[in-house]
């Protein structure tokens, strides 16, 4: 009874110790990922005769495979060996002194061999994250270092000289930290006074301009084109026009005559058949002509005896009057002619008589000149006193100042000089003196027998 506990226990110790074994062993067994690599530590070896001796004798790298890690005595570390892009920007001056700005982009990743792993474990293992910062600050040198030996225009024209001498300058110290570049691309270059624009203007405008000349030659030829198909269509068109105006003419032409043709005919059918009537008709014409002779002569001869008998007639009556008119006017001329001449004498004796009393008249008025025109001022005596007192006529109330009472004598004054004024300058017009006229009895009575003696010329209808 007691036998069969303790060999339960020996199984159970035996399955325990089988577990604890299978556990060790499952747990030391690590697998690398295809991104990483598994760094395998262990005591140092001994080397034989012959081995070179490392510092790194002890440690086994694994890349992308399982690996069994002892325990008690190996220990293991895993480094990613995935890539990691940078962002390399640096600032430097070229070799022709002009300050640009480089810009680009790196991909970097630890090495796949052994002792580059080895190498960036022994610097990055338990810093991964600097190894951007690392690689973007020896990436920044080298290519300050490289830009400064380059002028800007070896650098635009060149970038890939630029990549390729930048990749050869980090590639040694990039190697010794255990890294390499995939790749490094020059992104842009630019500056801060825009040189690097100024530089690609003038082969801008260079390359725009042959492009115009380009474009306008193009279209030059394409408007030329244009123009020698239109051309030639309407070379095409014109003689497709002229075709078809000589076969319309020649259809006109068949047409036209066509058409004239038969009225040709019409006519000349028409022509024969009148030409055959004209003759008939003559015919008629003189069969009728014979008939009416005949009739007609017997008839005029009895009309003709008749009517000369009486023209005969007539022709004496004629003649009778006619020397009986004729005695009648030259007995009414001969009557005329006494008249005209009895009046043409009474109007020469008229004219004679009316031409000595006009020229007697007319000595009269010139020996009688002043003493009428000295007449006719006195007549216009009364006139010339009115406008004089006009001035005064036309004034409603008039207030006299006077200190020696004599206003109204003034007002009379005025008058009388205004009177005065008006006879000095009919004298200075006209040579008459209207005072000595007035003052005058023996000129007056002189006046006055001219007027008198001159009345009945006046009344004449000749003056």
């Known amino acids: 009874m007691l036998e069969f506990p303790l060999a339960v226990v020996g199984i159970a110790v ?18 690398a990922k295809p991104d990483e690599a598994i760094i395998v530590t262990s005591r140092q070896r001994v080397t034989k005769a012959g081995d070179i001796e490392t510092e790194n004798a002890g440690q086994r790298v694994v890349f992308g ?37 480089v810009n680009a ?15 960036a474990a022994q610097r990055f293992l338990n810093q991964q994250d600097q190894i951007e910062t690392s690689t973007e600050e020896v990436l920044s040198g080298s290519v300050r270092s490289i830009v400064g030996q380059l002028t800007v225009t070896e650098i635009i024209t060149n970038r890939s000289a630029l990549q390729g001498q930048v990749l050869e300058a980090v590639r040694e110290s990039l190697d010794v930290q255990g890294l390499q570049i995939d790749t490094l691309q020059i992104k842009e270059i630019d500056d801060d006074h825009g040189y690097i624009r100024d530089l690609g203007r003038g082969e801008a405008a260079r390359v725009k301009q042959v492009a115009e000349v380009a474009e306008s030659v193009s279209r030059q030829a394409s408007e030329e084109a244009r123009i020698s198909a239109e051309q030639a269509v309407a070379e095409q068109q014109r003689k497709l026009d002229l075709r078809n105006a000589e076969i319309q003419k020649e259809t006109d032409r068949a ?18 058949v009148i030409s055959q009537q004209e003759i008939t008709a003559g015919k008629r014409v003189g069969l009728r002509k014979q008939e009416l002779d005949a009739d007609i002569r017997a008839v005029a001869d009895a009309e003709a005896y008749s009517v000369e008998k009486g023209a005969q007639a007539s022709a004496s009556a004629s003649v009778a009057a006619a020397n009986a008119d004729r005695d009648r006017r030259i007995a009414a001329a001969e009557a005329l002619r006494t008249e005209g001449e009895a009046e043409a004498n009474t109007i020469r004796v008229k004219g004679a008589a009316e031409a000595e009393a006009t020229r007697a008249k007319a000595d009269a008025l010139d020996e009688r000149a002043d003493d009428l025109l000295r007449q006719q001022i006195i007549a216009q005596l009364p006139d010339i006193v009115r406008a004089a007192a006009e001035p005064l006529a036309a004034i409603a109330n008039m207030t006299v100042i006077s200190t020696d009472g004599g206003g109204a004598e003034k007002v009379g004054q005025s008058v009388a000089a205004q009177l005065a004024t008006s006879t000095q300058i009919v004298k200075d017009l006209v040579g008459i003196d209207i005072a000595e006229i007035v003052t005058g009895r023996a000129t007056g009575d002189a006046a006055g027998k001219a007027i008198a003696n001159s009345a009945p010329a006046a009344s004449d209808p000749a003056i």
């Not at 190996?74 to 022709?96: M, Y």
């Not at 991909?107 to 190498?119: F, I």
């Not at 036209?256 to 019409?266: G, H, I, N, T, V």
């Open 105 to 119: 982009v790196a991909v970097v990743k630890v090495g796949g061999s052994e002792s580059m792993v080895r190498a």
């Open 255 to 272: 047409r036209a005559e066509a058409a004239a043709s038969k009225p040709l005919a019409d006519a000349i059918a028409q022509q024969e």
């Open 65 to 101: 495979s399982r690996v069994f890690v002892k325990p008690i005595v190996e220990a293991h570390f895993k480094l990613s060996l995935r890539s990691r892009q940078l962002n390399v920007q640096a600032t430097a001056q070229t070799r022709d002194a002009i300050t640009i700005k």
């Open 14 to 31: 035996l399955l325990l110790v089988v577990l604890i074994v299978l556990f060790v062993l499952v747990r030391g067994i690590k697998v």
